[in-house]
């Protein structure tokens, strides 16, 4: 037989219960943004398919959506956004510093990052290794060929780290040439100065294309030699904007999982899935929990679609990237996006 509570921990036991249900307070990120009316995301000025802009000066890129999305839900409006260009060595003093309020720009979690720099990485956005770019004529096949070569690579990112790393492990006695930016590393490769050109496989698939005269003259080859977890990051001290933005992503996902598109996530509405039901505020308002209303996910949908949809739509295989949706698919499809439940 259960002994019963002693009255202190059933008074605590009520209250925690009372305060698992109650309205959360939107936070002072989100306060801020409302009273000026914008959300200010962190982009790579440079990487198309993830964040680049038009001659126009509209933002496109799966790092974009994301922003995109997080200011539909929170503001009502997608385009309510003040874009914010940051180099590799930029973006974490300025989202530290509150010049940006999410960094969405093709960054690896890592432990380090995760615990010293004053941020939350909020979920994965695409999952990428580190590869390497040469040109066709080169002949090399296999990054375990490339033994004393030069390679272009950025400074202030893990792609140098990984490329010491590997260099050592394998014996290859490569000898990185080290640019303070993209746009400096990009020039180099295609002028000659490397022998080879390491970053993110995606960002290679990305470079390749913008950059190459005939990108048909490079050749990204077979090996990944890191996990490289891409994901949005936020300041830490606001908890309720952490929620505000993994939650969003998270509902992308789910989002794909359970058929609502963009197309159709009006007509979702109707739906007896008692899971759809709760992604679009029908059933339950799960809104409250994050200081938004009940259709904080639906006008998230609405204003990106889902992330399969934002994959095939940015990079996937019919874009000029043409990448695999791979381990980007969803878990049940032999992919690793799997979102905690919205419920």
Sequence with gaps: MMKSLPRLALGALVAAAAMATAPAHAGKTLDAIKARGQLVCGVNPSLPGFSAADSQGNWAGLD??????????VLSDATKIKWTPLNASQRFAVLQSGEIDVLSRNTTWTLTRDASLGLHFTGVTYYDGQGFMVPKKSKITSATKLKGATVCVQ????TEKNLNDYSKSMKLNMKPVVFDTQEATNKAYFAGRCQAYTTDASGLASVRN?????PDDHVILPELISKEPLGPSVR???????????????????????GITQANVDQMKTSQDPVVQRILGVSEDTGKLLGLDKDWAYRAIKAVGNYGEMFERNVGPKTALKLPRGANNLWNKGGFMYAPPVR
């Design 64 to 73: 974009v959506d994301v922003c995109k999305a997080i200011a539909a839900t």
């Design 155 to 158: 400074s202030g990112t893990t």
């Design 236 to 258: 830490r001290g606001d908890d309720e904007f952490f929620a505000i933005v993994k939650w969003v992503v998270f509902a992308l996902i789910e989002a794909e999982e359970y």
């Design 210 to 214: 913008k950059e190459a005269t005939n």
